[in-house]
């Protein structure tokens, strides 16, 4: 923790890219995604890539590693899956607490490798924990507005076992990730509270929310000043935002989160806007450009990528990180707020 607050003051620290758009390199079939282990399984795999920890582990060392080769000081779990809630569409809720485990142990690894190899940069891993497939503070039935598909409660125990094995595992910080409902991520942050008392751990949290439209707010309605008044109650190493959006389109709402907390700020914005199929064409230069706009503006502490980043992406953002200073994290600004 001393460390990893001590690098955060010296610099600006650079998350890794996008894990899926690395695996989609690999174009794994369903009997990779199954191995021997999985081989009757019945229903589908393929997709699963969090299951990729237990059946190709080595591909997940691999970009652990390219991200870090990049500039990357930080990478996150391949977790972002990985709950009982998500994972009940594979019908592997009994594998959760396995994955995020090894998953954390694979990461781990990496980074204490790539720590030795550089001691000069030492290297952490963020245990990622997604929103789940199901949101608490809406109903997914325009016709029965009052129904919820999960309970707040069932999400605090679904976040708690995950949260446990990627302690377990041996994570660093713990990143609460593409929050589209915060309700969600108050349940994941209220799992995590417990769960620092009952194993006498003390791991720094990270949250990261999606804005997802050209109206400035979170699914579940929220602009980024609400966002972060919502979470402000827990003590967190940084607040940002990721995916959803590009890096050009994301700036206004970091400067919200600049001028009022006193908590470091993140992003890690998509490689631009998806095309009409789906995909991401914004090369790292134009990328790295864009995000030079925080760095001038002083609005970051930690920078990395989203949907269709790869170590390209990461080594220009890296390089061109490293002739700016990070945001100081100071006392809040503006307290009267919350």
Known sequence: MSNLE???????????GAMGTMLQEYKFTEEDFRRNRFAQWPVSLQGNNDLLSLTQPEAIATIHRKY??????????????????AMADYQMEDLVYEMNYES???????????????????????????PTNKTASMSPDV???????ISFEELRVAYKQQARALIEGGVDILLIETV??????????FAIDELKEELGVDVPVMVSGTITDASGRTLSGQTAEAFLISVSHIPLLSIGFNCALGAKQLTPHLEV?????DSGVSAYPNAGLPNAFGEYD?????????????LEKGLVNILGGCCGTTPDHIRAIAEIAKDY????IEKLKNPEIV
């Open 6 to 16: 001590e690098q955060l003051k010296r610099k600006i620290l650079i998350l890794d």
């Open 143 to 149: 016709n029965d507005p009052g129904f919820r598909a």
């Open 282 to 294: 914004q090369d790292s230069e134009e990328m790295a450009s864009q995000i030079r706009e925080y």
């Open 325 to 328: 200073k990070p945001r100081p």
């Open 180 to 189: 589209f409902d915060t309700l969600n991520a108050k349940a994941a942050l």
């Open 68 to 85: 870090f080769e990049a500039g990357a000081d930080i990478v996150e779990t391949n977790t972002f899956s990985g709950t009982t809630i």
């Open 257 to 261: 989160l600049n001028r009022y907390t």
């Open 104 to 130: 954390a142990r694979i990461a781990k690894k990496v980074a204490e490798e790539m720590t030795a190899e550089q001691p000069g940069q030492p290297r952490f891993v963020a245990g990622a924990m997604g």
